[in-house]
């Protein structure tokens, strides 16, 4: 189905006796554009790529009532006279880099696009279609540089019947993005009838067929199919995710690429990956996209470009000591010429593209992180590890420990005992026997990060890869008088395996030597798996992969007019791009993603698995996250309705300001009360006021989770950012 884009409202009659008016008697229209040569495939927009055949438009107005006048208008209109009809195509001109290089549309009009008007009424004597009526459009003068209009005009002989359709064709050799059609009919008796057609959102649901094409706006789902590439090498081989009780996953956008011949459920991965053309990227966007994607992904690929020039058999070869990773920061890297980076080729074309159209630098230097500019030695240091938890980048996963012992939810008879091993005589050691661990459970001053169930079922797999290795790991804290979280202890397990029994051990912080470095190493772990859930859960899963599909409902059953398409546009927009561009390069086989995370070819799987044990629709939202993981309780009388377990949590304070400021703004907007334009300029004003109450949180030296020497002031809710990567802004919301 298509979306009708016909405002029946606007459609203004001055007569109802008039044959200009039977020739209108659609109440609504729908549109699509089909190819001469394949007319039952439905495309979207007037226009035309390059190298291709001309591309056809047909505004369908055979509504019901079309239909059911069929017959009855004919005889109708065989007593009509002639109608004149003149038609009003407004092109956008502004959309599309061909027209944006140097060609101006409007020298090139001429015959150029065509209108057919289609009868919705088959001929009664033949039973075939009737002829069309055809006319040319010409371009007409206006002083909008962004638009340009052409007229064309028709007489449509008597006996044509209701219209039903039009046909428009381009015949340019670029693309144009057709917005409305206005038809006015008049019978030459001063009665005259207009037909306003908009055309600016023309999409199709699809129906799971069909290989999807760059001018396509075709809106369908699929599963994650295309992430491996097993024609090429069994290695690069990767499950489905999505629509199978295993691996489930939110579904992604249909391409429609031929099937894999070594795996037919498979699709195989060629070229760009097809998104409708709405969702591409803006000539601007594109533009600054790679500009500023050229050194962040060149960061992120040089450890691996580095052990690849190094040595090329050897994927992964460790950095030898910190004072290397510090020389990245100083020194920098020396980029090899673009002819070596060719590796690259498969994993940022289009980057490398554009590095040779720069006169690269030679030096590659790392950005030093801020925080290491403050204080190089902070991320040491246990205080640093535990406020991070509430105040990093990742402070989606820190729960409260709501009982204990510790208990995994796996089955014992394969992953061991379910039991943890840290102990209520472990923790009150740790606590400086200041109360008991049941003591601190009912004051809820015990907190953990629990990275022990989800990957405890991956430990085995991800350690029979190379250069990799892994464990479940939970990790405990205690909320101390100051507001603050110390760490008490780490526990790391590798379950028990057809030849080894299952190992687990508990670390703790130490003054002795060998056990100073053990915990060192624990806390590695625990981070290496922090980053993890960040990467592949807080971000691509949430961020990203979850939001697809709904881009894709809203295109397929919401008109471009509705209120809540509009509210949601800005918030879509270029989602889906940039999930094709991570699918085909970041979390593909042997990407990015994959390289760069412990996990290594089982980052997506995982992903999947938390999928499906962690995401709920409802309780994405903030406050239910909160809820959900014991760091708030619901409280009416307290500000946003919610009681933090932990007082100065700076991400969930900042995160419930902008929370609240948004759930206003929409409650306002879904009312349609009059007053909207006020509740949007409420919103915009309150989101300074946040900015103020989150730079004043800041200096507020009794906040100790975002305040003191060597932190840096914490941003990451702060509403406003300049363009790039900040670490600012909403987390949840896609821009890159
Ligand atoms: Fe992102």
């Given at each position: 189905m298509?979306r009708p884009?016909?405002?029946p409202?606007s459609h203004t009659?001055?007569t109802?006796?008039?044959?200009?008016t039977?020739l209108?008697?659609?109440s609504s229209c729908?549109?699509?554009?089909?190819?001469p040569?394949?007319?039952?495939s439905v495309?979207?927009?007037?226009r035309?790529t390059?190298?291709q055949g001309?591309?056809?438009?047909v505004?369908?107005?055979?509504s019901s009532?079309a239909t059911?006048?069929?017959?009855?208008s004919?005889?109708?209109?065989?007593?009509?006279?002639a109608?004149r009809?003149?038609a009003?195509?407004t092109?956008?001109?502004?959309?599309?880099?061909?027209i944006n290089?140097?060609i101006?549309?409007r020298?090139?009009?001429g015959?150029?696009?065509?209108l057919?008007?289609v009868?919705?009424?088959l001929?009664?004597?033949?039973?075939k279609?009737?002829?069309?009526?055809?006319?040319?459009a010409?371009n007409?003068d206006?002083d909008?540089?962004?638009?340009?209009?052409?007229?064309?005009?028709f007489d449509?002989?008597?006996?044509?019947?209701?219209?039903?359709?039009?046909?428009?064709?381009?015949?340019?050799r670029?693309?144009m993005f057709l917005?409305d059609?206005?038809?006015?009919?008049s019978?030459g008796?001063g009665n005259s009838t207009?037909?306003p057609i908009r055309?600016?959102?023309w999409?199709k649901?699809?129906?799971g067929?069909g290989e999807r094409e760059?001018?396509?706006r075709v809106?369908?789902?699929?599963?994650y199919?295309?992430?491996?590439n097993?024609?090429?090498n069994g290695d690069?081989?990767?499950p489905?995710?999505?629509?199978?009780?295993q691996?489930p996953y939110?579904r992604?956008c249909?391409?429609g690429?031929?099937?894999?011949?070594?795996?037919?459920?498979?699709?195989?991965?060629?070229?760009n990956v097809?998104?409708p053309?709405d969702?591409?990227?803006s000539?601007?966007?594109?533009d600054y996209?790679?500009?500023?994607t050229?050194?962040?992904?060149?960061q992120?690929a040089?450890p691996?470009?580095q052990?690849l020039?190094l040595d090329?058999?050897?994927w992964?070869l460790?950095?030898p000591s910190f004072f290397?990773?510090?020389k990245?920061?100083?020194?920098?890297?020396?980029?090899?010429?673009?002819?070596k980076l060719n590796f690259l080729?498969?994993?940022?074309?289009?980057?490398?593209?554009?590095?040779?159209d720069?006169?690269?630098?030679?030096?590659?230097?790392f950005?030093?992180?801020?925080?290491?500019?403050k204080d190089k030695f902070?991320w040491?240091?246990d205080?640093?590890?535990a406020?991070e938890t509430?105040?990093g980048?990742?402070?989606?996963?820190?729960e409260l420990?709501r009982?204990?012992?510790l208990?995994?939810?796996?089955?014992?008879?394969?992953?061991?005992?379910a039991e943890?091993?840290?102990?209520a005589d472990?923790?009150?050691e740790?606590?400086?026997?200041v109360m008991t661990?049941?003591?601190?459970i009912s004051q809820?001053?015990?907190?953990m990060l629990?990275?022990?169930d989800?990957?405890?079922p991956y430990?085995h797999?991800?350690r029979?890869?190379?250069?990799?290795?892994m464990?479940?790991?939970r990790?405990?804290f205690?909320?101390t008088d100051d507001?603050t979280l110390?760490?008490?202890?780490?526990e790391?397990?590798r379950?028990?395996?057809?030849?080894?029994?299952q190992?687990?051990?508990?670390?703790t912080?130490?003054?002795?030597?060998?056990?100073?470095w053990l915990?060192r190493m624990?806390?590695a772990?625990v981070?290496?798996?922090?980053?993890g859930h960040?990467?592949?859960?807080?971000?691509?899963l949430?961020?990203?992969?979850a939001?697809?599909?709904?881009?894709?409902?809203a295109n397929?059953?919401?008109?471009?007019m509705?209120?809540?398409?509009?509210l949601?546009h800005p918030?879509?927009?270029?989602t889906?791009?940039?999930?094709?561009?991570?699918?085909s390069?970041l979390i593909s086989?042997?990407?990015?993603?994959e390289?760069?995370?412990s996990?290594?070819k089982?980052?997506?799987?995982?992903s999947?698995?938390?999928?499906?044990k962690l995401?709920?629709f409802?309780?994405?939202?903030l406050?239910a996250d909160?809820?959900?993981?014991g760091?708030?309780?619901?409280?009416p009388?307290?500000e946003?309705?919610?009681?933090l377990a932990?007082?100065d949590?700076?991400?969930?304070?900042d995160g419930l300001?902008?929370?609240?400021a948004?759930?206003?703004?929409?409650?306002?907007y879904?009312a349609?009360d009059?007053a909207?334009?006020a509740?949007?300029?409420?919103f915009?004003?309150?989101?300074k006021?946040i900015?103020?109450?989150?730079d004043g949180?800041n200096?507020d030296?009794?906040l100790?989770?975002?305040c003191?020497a060597?932190?840096?002031?914490?941003?990451?809710?702060k509403p406003?950012?300049?363009?790039?990567v900040?670490?600012m802004?909403?987390?949840?919301?896609t821009s890159?």
């Open positions: 298509l884009q016909l405002n409202s009659t001055t109802s006796s008039s044959s200009s039977q209108f008697a659609s729908i549109a699509s554009l089909r190819r040569s394949s007319p039952s495309v979207a927009a007037a035309r390059r190298g001309s591309s056809r438009v505004v369908v107005c055979a009532s059911a006048s069929r017959g009855d004919s005889s109708d209109m065989a007593a009509a006279a109608v009809v003149k009003v195509a092109i956008k001109v502004t959309v599309g880099e061909l290089r140097s101006d549309i020298d090139l009009i015959r150029s696009l065509s057919e008007l009868s919705s009424e001929d009664a004597k033949t039973g279609e009737k002829a069309t009526v055809r006319s040319y010409h007409v206006d909008d540089h962004s638009v340009v209009t052409y007229e064309a005009d449509v002989p008597s006996g044509f019947g209701p219209l039903g359709a039009i046909i428009v064709t381009n015949e340019l670029q693309e917005e059609i206005n038809l006015t009919a019978d008796a207009v037909l055309c600016n959102s999409q649901r699809g129906d067929t760059a001018d396509d809106y369908d789902y699929d599963v199919n295309d992430l491996g097993p024609d090429s690069l081989a990767r489905i995710l999505g629509g199978n009780k691996f939110p992604r249909r391409t690429r031929p099937p894999s011949k070594k795996d037919p459920k498979s699709e195989t991965r060629k070229g097809y998104v053309r969702e591409e990227f000539p601007e966007k594109e996209f790679l500009r500023k050229v050194g962040s992904v060149l992120a040089v691996a470009a052990s020039l090329k058999l050897k992964n460790p950095f290397v990773i510090d990245l920061f100083e020194d920098g890297v020396e980029l090899p010429g673009v002819d080729e498969s994993v940022v074309p289009r980057l490398l593209e554009h590095l040779r720069t006169p690269a630098e030679k030096i590659l230097r950005e030093t992180p801020a925080n290491i500019q902070a040491l240091r205080e640093e590890f406020r509430l105040a980048i990742n402070p989606y996963a820190i420990v009982e204990f012992p208990k995994s939810k796996l089955d014992p008879a394969v992953y061991g005992p943890s091993a840290i102990t472990l923790l009150e740790q606590m400086r026997r661990v049941e003591e601190a809820k001053r015990l907190f629990d990275f022990h989800l990957f405890l430990v797999k991800i029979s890869l190379d250069h990799t290795t464990y479940g790991s990790t405990i205690f909320l507001g110390r760490l008490l202890a780490i790391l397990t379950p028990a395996s057809p030849s080894q029994p190992w687990r051990q508990v670390f912080p130490s003054t002795d030597t060998t056990k100073s915990w624990a806390k772990h981070r290496a798996h922090d980053a960040h990467e592949l859960i807080t971000h691509w949430r961020t990203h992969c939001v697809e599909p709904y881009i894709i409902a397929r059953q919401l008109s471009e509705h209120p809540i398409y509009q949601l918030h879509f927009r270029y889906m791009r940039i999930n094709a561009l991570a699918r390069r086989a042997a990407g990015i993603i390289l760069s995370f996990p290594q089982y980052s997506m799987e995982l999947s698995v938390a999928y499906d995401w709920r409802d309780m994405e939202a406050p909160l809820v959900r993981r760091m708030a309780e619901e409280d009388t307290a946003h309705g919610l009681r932990i007082e949590y700076p991400f969930a304070n300001l902008i929370w609240d948004i759930k206003t703004w929409v409650q306002a879904v349609r009059a909207v334009q509740a949007y300029d409420g915009a004003a309150r989101l006021e900015e103020g109450v989150i949180r200096k030296r009794k100790k989770n975002r003191g060597g932190i840096l002031p914490y941003q990451l809710m406003f950012s300049d363009s790039g900040t670490g802004g909403i987390p949840n919301s890159i």
